[in-house]
């Protein structure tokens, strides 16, 4: 039984390249927008969760795989989204969160992460083994050979959670892969990066070949064959005040290298912010998965701050009615500072700014806190209460304006959010 998006991916040719998004984020407004966007367009929604967001132990969101996976399913309810259309994978599944562990540790810790994914029902698997454990001897990062001989035992774990998981539920899909050892930092890289380098052919067939000997050297001829991607660096990548554009041309061996290999493509990871017509040339170049997740939170936040600015207007007279959102939500991040603190330094005036307006986005760690949600919902309640002028929305939210003129779009401050992260996919199409 292939699955649904290694078929499609199967379809691409020269003349009719395909790509997929993949929305990497654990925000409700983000998974709601992504399935209204998707069933706009009539396409299934890839949809994955990080480890450090969702893990055994909870992550930052709280959630474990399973909890995760019923609170998808939950709002696909809601959304009247066909489950059939939807992908749930995993993203960065390996010792990551516990790199600062040895590897008996981190790695077993890595075996029960990815078992939890697969038995909760994703069947999408990122094998990100990537990163230095504390008893790892290196100098200059880790030897890909290591890299491929741990994705590959995970793999055996993730292999195994699935012959358990086809015993209760015939009807389960087998998974699918994604590997490589030049794998960008999850989130975006730190603005201390200035240069970028694209993976040459010759590492990427080592990788391959590396990841292909150690599949096998753990019995996974099978599930060799549903390995659909590999990660490399096409140079794409993001920081908090820098992008670092596709440039077709630097790429352009490291593309025709993936003619030796049909079944595969690229997963490109960091691709925020990206032109719309860059996103078109990596799909035509086999850059055929796309990550994004800041960008679409950043959108969120974006939004967020445009509805507060409106209600400060219209409740000028009553600033006691009024959500302070943005007050709360800058008090809550200088009150925490874990999430944010080692990406930027500087004066106050440069933190401030960047705690919420840098594009790696740290605020998105903070969305779900009980005192930021708490004023999202005051503000959404009171800018449904009243009308908002059209020149006000024009003022502050311009595309959106554009769209309720034209009847597309209502005012409702729900609708105005969602349709601020549908015009961010949108470059994806």
């Not at 930092?185 to 080592?206: C, L, Q, R, Y």
Request: charged fraction near 20%.
């Amino acid at each position: 039984m292939n699955h649904p998006l290694q078929t499609l991916l199967n379809t691409r040719t020269p003349d009719h390249p395909i790509g997929i998004p993949s929305l990497c984020s654990a925000n409700e407004w983000v998974i709601d927008a992504g399935m209204l966007w998707a069933q706009k367009h009539q396409i299934p929604l890839l949809l994955e969760a990080t480890a450090n967001q969702v893990n055994q132990f909870g992550g930052y969101t709280g959630m474990t795989p399973q909890d995760f996976f019923d609170f998808v399913e939950q709002r696909a309810l809601k959304n009247k989204f066909p489950l059939s259309s939807l992908f749930l994978g995993g993203d960065h599944l390996g010792p990551m969160v516990w790199k600062n562990e040895t590897e008996e540790s981190a790695m077993n810790k890595a075996e029960t992460l990815v078992r939890d994914f697969i038995m909760a029902g994703f069947t999408k698997i990122h094998l990100d083994a990537s990163m230095p454990l504390a008893d790892d001897e290196i100098t200059q990062g880790l030897d890909p050979s290591v890299v491929a001989r741990r994705a590959a035992r995970l793999a055996a774990a993730c292999e195994q959670a699935y012959r358990s998981l086809h015993v209760k539920n015939s009807d389960a899909v087998p998974p699918i892969y994604v590997v490589g050892s030049e794998v960008p930092i999850a989130g975006g890289a730190h603005d201390k990066e200035d240069t970028i380098s694209v993976t040459t052919p010759k590492n990427f067939h080592e990788e391959v070949t590396l990841f292909q000997d150690a599949f096998e050297e753990h019995g996974l001829h099978e599930a060799w064959k549903r390995v659909i991607a590999v990660v490399v660096q096409p140079g794409v990548e993001f920081g908090n005040d820098t992008i670092m554009d596709y440039d077709a041309e630097a790429a352009s061996a490291l593309c025709h290298a993936l003619d030796d290999y049909p079944g595969l493509v690229f997963e490109g990871h960091s691709t925020d912010y990206q032109r719309p017509e860059a996103l078109h040339t990596m799909i035509s170049n086999g850059v055929a998965i796309l990550k994004v997740g800041p960008a679409l939170t950043f959108a969120l936040r974006e939004g967020l701050y445009a509805l507060q600015s409106m209600e400060k207007i219209l409740f000028s007279d009553s600033p006691e009615k009024q959500s302070h959102y943005c007050e709360v939500l800058e008090r809550v991040m200088r009150e925490n500072p874990n999430y944010w603190k080692t990406y930027f330094d500087g004066p106050e005036r440069m933190l401030s700014i960047n705690r919420i307006f840098g594009l790696s986005d740290r605020s998105r760690y903070y969305l779900g806190n009980p005192e930021v949600k708490a004023a999202e919902e005051k503000l959404l309640h009171n800018l449904s209460q009243t009308d908002i002028p059209l020149g006000l929305l024009h003022q502050f939210l311009p595309d959106q304006y554009r769209k309720v003129r034209q009847n597309t779009l209502s005012t409702q401050p729900s609708a105005l959010l969602l349709d601020k992260i549908c015009a961010l996919l949108d470059d994806y199409r």
